[in-house]
């Protein structure tokens, strides 16, 4: 069955450094998504992309948080300087062609960022 | 502003009974609502959804019941199974925004962690 996958699974970095979180979508998705869990709360939207733009962010999509599919495959989520309360859990997730009554997420199995 | 509201946030049932997830909403304009297991350390696994112009949807041993008018909705699972045990995230989104953009992003409760005891 397709799935969505994501590296690392774990990324150790220094607050002010910048990192990169990479997915790969499942292969006939056109619709991807960034979501995140930080510790105890609950999973958050950040931003949906599709026809390689930017669809809809949250509040927490500030400007140091950017997404892009460079090679059409990779999927990835880039901080430019993080900060410690970004440390969370990211999720991406993908779905198929708009449906007016279907919306199924499939999400990948995260990435556990931790900002030191 | 929780959108999204699931109150209990553990739910201890016995295995072969019946296990009751509940998960209210605000936002009238959601019209579609998605049932999401998760176990430590693994992404969301989609389980059950729902759209706003039904009442109930039945999969296996899992139902979804909506109940527009209250903006609540739960899942019931039936017999409930030890390999249940996890937590069970209720989401809602806006479909009918989708006229083919991306929206439909999914405004997720806190979760309820159900364990089911042999």
């Known amino acids: 069955e397709p799935e969505v996958t994501q590296t690392p699974s774990h990324q150790v970095t220094q607050m002010g450094q910048e990192v990169i979180l990479r997915c790969v979508p499942i292969s006939n998705h056109l619709y991807f998504y960034w979501y995140r869990q930080i510790l105890g709360q609950k999973v958050e939207f950040l931003v949906s992309f599709y026809n390689n733009e930017i669809s809809e962010k949250s509040e927490i999509f500030d400007d140091q948080f950017s997404v892009e599919r460079p090679d059409g495959s990779n999927f990835t989520l880039k901080i430019r300087s993080t900060k410690l309360e970004d440390s969370a859990m990211y999720f991406c997730?993908?779905?198929?062609?708009?449906?007016?009554?279907?919306?199924?997420?499939?999400f990948g199995p995260g990435t556990r960022l931790t900002v030191l | 502003d929780q959108q999204v509201k699931q109150n209990s946030p553990s739910l201890s049932v016995q295995e072969g009974r019946i296990s009751i997830l509940n998960c209210d909403y605000t936002n009238s304009m959601f019209d579609y609502f998605l049932w999401y297991k998760k176990y430590p350390a693994e992404g969301p696994t989609f389980l059950i959804s729902i759209s706003s112009i039904k009442d109930k949807n039945e999969d296996g041993r899992f139902t979804v019941f909506l109940n527009k008018s209250a903006k609540h909705l739960s899942l019931h699972i039936v017999p409930s199974q030890p390999g249940d045990s996890a937590v069970y995230f209720c989401a809602a989104s806006e479909c009918g925004r989708d006229y083919g953009g991306s929206q439909g992003n999914l405004i997720f409760g806190k979760g309820t962690k159900l364990s089911v005891k042999p």
């Open positions: 997730a993908t779905r198929d062609i708009p449906n007016f009554t279907y919306n199924e997420q499939f």
